[in-house]
């Protein structure tokens, strides 16, 4: 699969119905002699469909070669990403049907190409955005490759013993403001149990220091969270918590927005901005979707890459259904 052929979209998938073991693509009668769980999530021949290279799960498909899941700059994934000394989390998951990554590089690296990615500031703001922004994707400036400063500064202070480390999604930086955005698709917004916030003493357990936000993040948390709020939870929203730490720690100077990226049919549409925002000593939380960003999206059809780029989100799928609240048009 190249740049110019889209990962599979609703038209290619079988209705849910007649997908019982057997590969999910239209017109193809492979089938699946096991589906393997999530405790024993094997890849092999026997949940392989060679003709159009998936492994087969039920409810859903992981390509093999996972940059078949990217609709732009393959290369470009693999130069940054692909390397040895990346510090990214999880690449493993890019070629997943539900891979949050996969779709936050299919928009917002063809956004920039398209020099578009300045209505993504006004769409969070409501305030025009004359300037195209810089696009850093999971702590990667994508203009020069490399790990940011601030967040590797960031690290180095507040986790350097912890294994998964802040990692913001998106983030976008004009001359005065900063966006981080937290994308999500299918999966819901992170949270953990109130006993990792609380220190060892309060929580009564073993705990190592470097576990506890309270003691990891001890000198910013003031200036930025309503412990009292936090602390009145049983469980907290524990990455959102870590944007508005690194914001604050890392752009000082800048008018910096936490922005939860979901789509229209997300379970927490309606109820994340009740829950977080009360964290927040500034009032800087903001909730959009990618059907709002799909709105965005020029007209233009000298822009092929905007042009592919819409297409694919029409027909993108999540657990081989619909994913977006979008009308299809013929190409
Ligand atoms: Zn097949």
Redesign the pocket.
């Known amino acids: 699969m190249n740049n110019t052929v889209l990962p599979y979209g609703v038209s290619d998938i079988k209705p849910i119905k007649e997908i019982e073991h ?4 239209i017109g ?3 089938a699946i002699a096991v589906y393997p769980s999530r405790a024993n999530p094997h890849n092999n021949e026997s949940n392989y ?4 290279r ?1 492994y ?1 799960r039920k409810n859903t498909y992981i390509f093999k070669e996972k940059t078949d899941n990217l609709i732009t700059d393959i290369n470009l994934f693999k130069d940054i990403f692909g390397r040895q000394d990346s510090e990214k989390y999880d690449t493993g998951r890019i070629g997943y049907e539900n891979s949050e990554d996969a779709l936050s590089w299919n928009v917002f690296v063809t956004l920039q190409k398209a020099g578009e990615l300045k209505a993504i500031p006004s769409l969070i703001s409501g305030k025009p955005c004359e300037e195209e922004p810089e696009l850093i994707l999971w702590g990667y400036s994508l203009s020069d490759g490399s790990l940011v400063k601030e967040l590797k500064c960031f690290r180095d202070k507040f986790e350097y013993s912890i294994q998964v480390k802040t990692e913001p999604d998106i983030i976008l930086k004009t001359a005065n403001e900063v966006f981080l955005i937290e994308a999500k698709f299918c999966s819901p917004n992170s949270r953990k149990d109130i006993s990792v916030w609380r220190d060892k003493e309060i929580d009564g357990r073993t705990k190592k220091e470097y576990d506890s936000y309270k003691i990891r993040y001890k000198g910013l948390i003031g200036d930025v969270l309503n412990k009292g709020i936090i602390e009145g939870q049983d469980k907290f929203c524990s990455q959102l918590v870590r944007y508005a730490l690194y914001a604050h720690n890392a752009y000082p100077s800048k008018n910096c927005y936490i922005v939860n990226l979901l789509p229209k049919k997300h379970k927490e549409l309606d109820s994340i901005e009740g829950q977080f925002k009360p964290y927040l000593k500034k009032d800087t939380f903001k909730v959009i979707t990618w059907e709002d960003i799909y709105g965005k999206l020029s007209d233009s059809k000298s822009k092929p890459g905007i042009v592919t780029l819409k297409r694919y989100l029409q027909r993108k799928t999540a657990n081989f259904e619909k994913a977006f609240i979008i009308p299809i048009f013929a190409p």
Request: aromatic share 0%; net charge neutral; proline share 8%.
């Open positions: 057997c590969c999910p693509i193809c009668d492979t469909c060679v003709k159009h998936i087969c």
